[in-house]
């Protein structure tokens, strides 16, 4: 069955220092990704979304996520991070008619 | 536009007790979905309408109903809680005019206790 997977659960990084977050998909035909955040007590928004063509992909809020089908990720990136990224992300993919969630990565910036 | 709205915000409940999770979205949208999120486990899918007058099962429909009652409002229902419902439930809209890669949009969410 086709899925997304997010193996860190939890990172914790540093406010200005460089950020990724790691999704792989499951075999599939030219999968459509996407990336949405949650902030804390929120519902999810979407950060950004890939179909097809260019595979750098870039979304609201300063970040960007690659397609690379020869790894089957997409992970998403910021180069600088600020306190209010602080946030849990989730990795998707469409299948039949619905989303495919990962479990999510829960973000902790330190001042 | 509000988007997607959600009532109520909070709810507690006892097991056995029965409520309606409403859900509205004013984007003239066709699809509707109801996820719950439970920690570690990503959103899952409960029930889903691809068009007004259509209702699918997703992943965890057992316990449940819905209703698609008209192309703006789907409501969930709990017809006798229980402690293992206690999650956080979403209610999210798409166009699907591409089918289901359309982005979805989610409401702020229904948090709701079971006891």
């Known amino acids: 069955a086709q899925s997304v997977t997010q193996p860190d659960i939890h990172i914790t990084v540093s406010e200005g220092a460089s950020l990724e977050l790691r999704c792989n998909y499951s075999?599939?035909?030219?999968?459509?990704l996407f990336w949405y955040v949650q902030s804390p007590g929120q519902g999810l928004q979407l950060l950004l979304k890939?179909?097809?063509?260019?595979?750098l992909v870039q979304g609201i809020k300063g970040f960007e996520a690659e397609f690379k089908r020869s790894q089957s990720s997409f992970n998403l990136r910021k180069p600088s991070v600020h306190w209010s990224d602080a946030a849990e992300y989730f990795c998707?993919?469409?299948?039949?008619?619905?989303?495919?969630f990962g479990t999510g990565t829960r973000l902790q910036v330190f001042p | 536009n509000a988007g997607v709205t959600q009532t109520p915000k909070f709810q507690v409940l006892k097991t056995g007790q029965s409520m309606t999770l409403q859900c509205a979205q004013d984007?003239?949208?066709?699809?509707m979905y109801w996820y719950r999120q439970d920690p570690g486990m990503g959103l899952r899918l409960i029930y889903y309408?691809?068009?007004?007058?259509?209702?699918d099962k997703g992943e965890v429909p057992n316990g449940y109903n819905v209703s698609r009652l008209n192309k703006r409002e789907f409501s969930l229902r709990l017809e006798s809680a229980a402690p293992s419902q206690t999650s956080v439930y979403f209610c999210?809209?798409?166009?699907?005019?591409?089918?289901?890669?359309?982005?979805?949009?989610f409401g702020p969410g229904t948090r709701l206790l079971v006891l």
């Open positions: 309408s691809a068009s007004e007058g259509t209702t």
């Open positions: 890939y179909f097809s063509g260019d595979t």
């Open positions: 998707a993919r469409p299948s039949t008619d619905k989303l495919i």
């Open positions: 999210a809209s798409s166009s699907r005019s591409r089918g289901s890669e359309e982005t979805q949009y």
């Open positions: 984007m003239n949208h066709n699809s």
């Open positions: 075999y599939g035909a030219t999968p459509y």
